[in-house]
């Protein structure tokens, strides 16, 4: 059963054949970007098979990652599409990907006449918000430690198909430093991270497979209010 079957199995039969005529599948490549900042949404995916990070960045040009998402999650800029206004973060395919996308205002259109959809949006909505609460908590309260540890425990099986660079600009600090707090975790005698991130991860040979030109859409702008820093 694929992952867009099982999330229509939430809603009742009627309403699960008005979503299956609705979205369709659409391959995104990697390191294409299914949302450009300063950009208004207008499709909301869920991802069949993949991996996608959201983020921005600061003037310096340093990226800030504010999460990933995969198999079974929906993906888009959130915030953006519920206040219809240009979206301050970016989206990236860090795999070659396959989503099922729905156009705007056709999917406005679904949820506002579907009993089963609204309720289900607004599960989502719910999971969404306790996961950004979590987000910024990690990162006005913990330090740079804490939020790797809270990473592995939360999402640790993605690390293997993640870079150093990728996790780092999760975590909110450098590769190098990434590196060194890897190590201090392991020396005292916590071999879960090593396990969880046991092998290298050569950034240079992933981002050269990606498609010349890429990175030149990336944004320029920090994401302020997206939950990174």
Not at 68 to 90: D, K, M, N, T
Not at 97 to 107: F, G, I, T
Not at 205 to 219: I, L, Q, V
Request: charged share 30%; hydrophobic share 35%; proline share 5%.
């Amino acid at each position: 059963m694929t992952e867009f079957e099982r999330f229509l199995r939430q809603l009742p039969a009627d309403e699960a054949d008005r979503g299956r005529r609705l979205f369709r599948p659409v391959r995104v490549e990697r390191g294409e970007l299914f949302v450009r900042q300063g950009d208004a949404p207008n499709r909301v995916a869920l991802v069949e098979h993949g991996l996608f990070r959201l983020f921005g960045a600061d003037e310096s040009g340093a990226e800030r990652t504010l999460a990933f998402r995969a198999e079974g999650e929906l993906v888009c800029a959130y915030s953006a599409v519920l206040r219809q206004e240009p979206s301050r973060i970016a989206i990236e395919a860090l795999e070659p990907s396959e989503v099922m996308v729905a156009e705007r205002p056709a999917y406005d259109d679904l949820v506002a006449e579907s009993p089963g959809w609204q309720q289900l949006i607004a599960k989502l909505t719910e999971a969404l918000y306790v996961r950004l609460d979590q987000r910024q908590s990690e990162l006005l309260l913990d330090d740079a430690g804490t939020r790797y540890q809270r990473f592995l425990a939360d999402q640790g099986a993605l690390a293997s198909r993640l870079t150093q660079r990728h996790i780092a600009s999760y975590v909110g600090v450098t590769p190098e430093a990434l590196s060194r707090i890897r190590r201090r975790l392991i020396s005292i005698n916590d071999s879960r991270p090593g396990a969880a991130y046991r092998r290298e991860h050569d950034d240079d040979a992933r981002d050269g497979n990606r498609s010349s030109g890429s990175r030149s859409n990336a944004p320029a702008a920090h994401p302020g209010g997206e939950g990174t820093r």
